[in-house]
């Protein structure tokens, strides 16, 4: 069974870091690429960056310069480093994985990946 869990969401205040972790199991991680989703109240989701089997790595350009993705392929695990947090990044942020990887700029260009864990909120006060 695939499961992609998430953890590391909370409060913080504005021009803050957080964390964030996604540990996968169930289906042949190091081959896929990964990815990171948010969707903030009343909107839609959308992608935040992606990574691919290589390394490759690819952001929204909203997150550009303040967030990082990262895996370790050995522990089967995701992260998110989030600097200089803002208000508007408040979401409910989503860990997901595309067995069948397609260019990561099909990703930040909206393509969905296969599974997703259920989530981590990420609240930014001002």
């Known amino acids: 069974e695939v499961q992609l869990v998430e953890s590391g969401g909370g409060l913080v205040q504005a021009g803050g870091s957080l964390r964030l972790s996604c540990a996968a199991s169930?289906?042949?991680?190091?081959?896929?690429?990964i990815g990171w989703f948010r969707q903030a109240p009343g909107k839609e989701r959308e992608v935040v960056s992606c990574m691919s089997s290589d390394g490759s790595v690819d952001y929204a350009d909203a997150v550009k310069g303040r967030f990082t993705i990262s895996r370790d392929n050995a522990w089967n695990t995701v992260y998110l480093q989030m600097n200089s947090l803002k208000p508007e990044d408040t979401a409910v942020y989503y860990c997901a994985a595309d067995l069948l990887p397609f260019p990561l700029s099909f990703y930040i260009g909206g393509k969905t990946m296969d599974y997703w864990g259920k989530g981590t909120l990420v609240t930014v006060s001002s």
């Open positions: 169930g289906f042949g991680f190091d081959d896929s690429a």
